[in-house]
Each structure stands twice: as structure tokens, then as C-alpha cells.
């Protein structure tokens, strides 16, 4: 979930993985896994593939203008959705090493400026689109770095630790502290952010960091309120085996229990049923 990548590549469960019939578009979808998808997914979705970017490792130069040079080489790959690791700005306070994790956000509606600038960003994507590619962001929606600009203007969006009447700090990360998502202006300030990056950077969808650490409710209802300004592609960070009920605000997840059951099957030597009867769940 933290590691560094120049590409990552992993099994994702699509739901509603079959196209309706017209008269049936507005019903609940269900794919092989046994997850109902209360959304109708963008067609794209269907036959995509993601290649994530890491932009600071990508290149010597670590910019988006750098990584564009790169889009054609991607393209004959046969990439068609661009995953970008999180561009908004890295806390500084209590961060991790000297550059610390993306994922430890100090203002959601920023550009990290090792990366360049917002119109860097929206040139990218511009460009992106005009060769064919679809592009998604990652967002961290249950938590953020420890000065990220809320904790000054909007104390009470975050949770506190009792113990220590501070922030409370995200379980087993300390450089990074939990929002409230109890809390109706923190909801709306979140969905606020999210379509932020829709309405100023065109973007095609979320990839959404710990989705099953966030409420669902809260993921219904961000879902519905932006797919009415753009229709989305949603992948949630989530095993559809554990947490199946996200996938109804979810069109694809991660399938962790194929991948610790492909490694059992490999490093224990355990019987191909083991791997088929996941896919039959």
C-alpha cells in the first residue's frame, strides 16, 4: 500500500462486469464475485487496464513534463488508464525520512510542487486524453498529514485521541492522523475537494487509498454527487472477499486474498483447489 512503484500491476474483480439491457441500466449489478455495484459504471471500465505512476520515480526530473515524454512509449504498451500516484503536497510535520509519504497530505486541492504546477498537471491530462488514455487519481480520504491546512482551520474535522487530547494518529502510521467522517462539514468538504480535480483537471476517476477504513455511506454519497457532474471510474482499495459490501459504491477492487492464496500456492506448494475456489466464490 506504501511501497515505491514504477509500475504495479494486480488483479482487479470489475464490478458490473456485464453490460444491462437498456430497459435494465438503473438496476443493481452483480459480477462473479458476488459484489452488487448500486452505480452504473463509465463502458471504458470494462476493458481497462492500469499502470501506475509514481511521478518522483519515474524520471530523473521527477515532473509531470518529464513523465509526458513517456505517454507514447505507454501507449504502445497497450496502457489505456493512467493511475497517478497522490500529486497534492506532503506534510512536513512528523513526516517520514526527509521526503516523506505521499499519502501524508497537507492540502487537498494543491499540487505537489516537487511535480510542477497545477497547469503542468492539467497539460497532462490534456495531453493524456488526446492519445486515448483515461486518468485517475489517488485519494486519501481517511486521513492526512499533521499540518495539513484543516488542522488549523477546521480542527474539528479530524479525530481526537482522548488519551492525549491531540489528533489521533492513523493505526500503526504516526505521521499521519485520522478525519471525522461523523462529521457532515468534513463530508462536504471532502466531496468538495474530490470534485475539484474532476471540474479544474478533467480527470476520469479515483483510485481511493484504505476505501474500507472510510464509511460506505460516505462513499455512496461522493459517488452520486460526482457522477452527476462527470461520470467516474471507481476503484477502492478494499478485498471484495472481506468487504464485499463496498463493492456497491465501488466498480473494482483488489482481490488480496488471490494474492496471498497465488503465494501460499506457489511458496507452500498447496493443491489448485485452494485457487479455484476462490475464483468460484
Known sequence: MRHVLLAFSFSLLLGSCKLMKKEEENKPQKNTSGMINRFKPVDWSHNTNIYEVNVRQYTAEGTFYAFSQHLQRLKDMGVKTLWFMPITP???????GSLGSYYACSDYTSIN?????????????????????????????NHTG?????????????????????????????DIIELDFKN????????????????????????????????????????????????????????????????????????????????DFYKKHEALDTLLAVLKV
Not at 90 to 96: E, S
Not at 114 to 139: P, R, S, Y
Request: charged share 35%; aromatic share 16%.
Open 184 to 263: 457532515p462539514a468534513l463530508r462536504k468538504a471532502m466531496k468538495d475537494a474530490m470534485q475539484f480535480w474532476v471540474t479544474e483537471c478533467d480527470i476520469d476517476g479515483f483510485r481511493c487509498d484504505l476505501a474500507f477504513w472510510v464509511e460506505l455511506d460516505f462513499w455512496k454519497e461522493a459517488r452520486k454527487e460526482l457522477d452527476e457532474v462527470k461520470p467516474l471510474f471507481w476503484l477502492g482499495e478494499f478485498d471484495e472477499l472481506e468487504k464485499p459490501e463496498y463493492g456497491e459504491a465501488f466498480d473494482a477492487s483488489y482481490s488480496w486474498t488471490w494474492m496471498h492464496k497465488t503465494e
Open 90 to 96: 506532503i506534510a512536513k510535520k512528523n513526516r517520514k
Open 146 to 174: 499533521w499540518d495539513h491546512t484543516w488542522t488549523k482551520e477546521h480542527p474539528d474535522y479530524f479525530l481526537k485521541d482522548s488519551a492525549t487530547n491531540d489528533f489521533k494518529i492513523a493505526s500503526g502510521m504516526d
Open 113 to 141: 510542487p516537487e511535480f510542477g504546477t497545477l497547469d503542468d498537471f492539467k497539460n497532462l491530462v490534456k495531453q493524456a486524453h488526446e492519445m486515448g488514455f483515461k486518468v485517475i487519481i489517488d485519494w486519501v480520504a
